[in-house]
């Protein structure tokens, strides 16, 4: 079963960037599209982007002006950028594995699973 | 404002059944994307716990389903348990100028 794991700092200052990377481990980040998906404090998760092993990617057009993604396939790492923070974007962030077809079946839009434990992050001088 | 509306907050005792709604639009649900449903126990991560309106990944007890019709997609839950209290998220593919994936407002479930 693979699992992912986020880590970075906990705290970054306004107009600062938020850097995280997500560790997938017990299996290859080969093959599959991988997510940063941020959950506001009692709210609705918001997903962030997501991007192929190859480096192809596809980010939420609110975020995309702020929003990079990068992925080292040989480390099993994929990694998020968030530049210019402000309180606003205190959340948890999660990262996740990102499915649209099982087997031979593909469907209309992805989902996510499974996710990493979610790191908080607060913005904060 | 979420693009898919939960009502936010339903109830049941042990052993009844509950439904949750998730009420799109043309832009998601009603243009035929799929829906997705999560679990989140107070404290930990969203789990999958329906992909593709209807389909349970393995471990996902059977006392869960969906379903959906024209712009809105149901949760179904029966023979309720105390542990299934928790916050329960559908979500789904938004083609609209928000354009990206997108989850409902979300629902908290309480066993009574």
């Known amino acids: 079963q693979v699992q992912l794991q986020e880590s970075g700092p906990g705290l970054v200052k306004p107009s600062q960037t938020l850097s995280l990377d997500c560790t997938v481990s017990?299996?290859?980040?080969?093959?599959?599209?991988w997510s940063w998906i941020r959950q506001f404090p009692g709210k609705r998760p918001e997903w962030i982007g997501q991007i192929f092993h190859t480096g192809d990617k596809t980010y939420n057009p609110s975020l995309q002006s702020r929003v990079t993604i990068s992925i080292d396939t040989p480390r099993n790492q994929f990694s998020l950028k968030l530049s210019s923070v402000t309180a606003a974007d205190t959340a948890i962030y999660y990262c996740?594995?990102?499915?649209?077809?099982?087997?031979?079946?593909?469907?209309?839009?992805?989902?996510?699973?499974?996710w990493g434990q979610g790191i908080l992050v607060t913005v904060s001088s | 404002q979420s693009v898919l509306t939960q009502p936010p907050s339903v109830s049941g005792a042990p052993g009844q059944r509950v439904t949750i709604s998730c009420t799109g639009t043309s832009a998601n649900i009603g243009a035929g994307y799929d829906i997705h449903w999560y679990q989140q126990l107070p404290g930990t991560a969203p789990k999958l716990l329906i992909y593709?309106?209807?389909n349970r990944p393995s471990g996902v007890p059977d006392r869960f389903s969906g379903s959906r019709s024209g712009s809105s997609a149901s949760l179904a839950i029966t023979g309720l348990q105390p542990e299934d209290e928790a916050d329960y998220y559908c979500q789904s593919y938004d083609s609209s100028l928000t354009g990206s994936r997108v989850f409902g407002g979300g629902t908290k479930l309480t066993v009574l």
């Open positions: 996740a594995r990102t499915w649209s077809c099982v087997g031979e079946t593909c469907y209309s839009g992805d989902w996510f699973d499974p």
């Open positions: 017990v299996g290859s980040i080969r093959g599959y599209y």
């Open positions: 593709a309106t209807s």
